[in-house]
């Protein structure tokens, strides 16, 4: 999961990661900032689906589509941008949560992007097994992410220059990183 501020890298450095990967991929780009800065590399293998121009209906009728496509095919990397859109505290989208709780059995990896993880399901925060954390410093997104990442370690990130982020890998210790140059098409 990537966390932090509005333009803190997000995005960036997740699409980075994306760009050097002949992994099979499918990314929900809900803003279309990833259509943006990468293009596949394996256009048979992966995908970035833009929902960005779409209403509201038609924008879940293709994220559920989608869900069931990524569950269908299997053996790849998940990726929703902002899912905070698709979820609250005390609801997460049926075909989603599909995905992130059954997923793994089909060897689907799930990643997803939000600027305030005090909005994101549980379900999904409590599945994540690393977090990638920007610079994030509001008392009640520092609050929540305390309960799964050790304090001083989201803490840490308030220091962070743009693009440099926290990895964190549950149970382990964080390192910093250097920041991710911004990516450009």
Known sequence: ?????????????????LSR??????????IGAFSKIIRPMYPQTQRI???????????LA?????????????????VID???????KCKLDKELERVITLGGNKHIGVTCTSQSVRQVH??????TMHF???????????DWLSAFVPKEYVLLSQSLPPYAFIYYKLG??????????????
């Not at 689906?49 to 924008?59: C, E, G, H, Q, V």
Request: hydrophobic share 40%.
């Open 1 to 17: 999961m990537f966390v932090g501020i509005r333009q803190g890298g997000k995005t960036n450095t997740c699409a980075y990661f």
């Open 62 to 78: 293709l994220l559920h589509q989608t869900c069931k496509r990524v569950m269908a095919e299997g053996k790849q990397l998940f």
């Open 122 to 127: 549980n379900t999904i925060i409590g599945n």
């Open 132 to 142: 990638f954390i920007m610079k994030t410093f509001l008392k009640p997104d520092v």
């Open 21 to 30: 990967s002949s992994l099979p991929y499918t990314v929900w780009d809900e």
């Open 82 to 88: 902002e899912v905070h859109q698709y979820c609250t």
């Open 49 to 59: 689906i833009n929902p960005s121009m779409l209403d509201t209906d038609a924008k």
């Open 172 to 185: 382990g210790k964080p390192l910093i990183c250097a920041p991710v140059k911004k990516m450009q098409l």
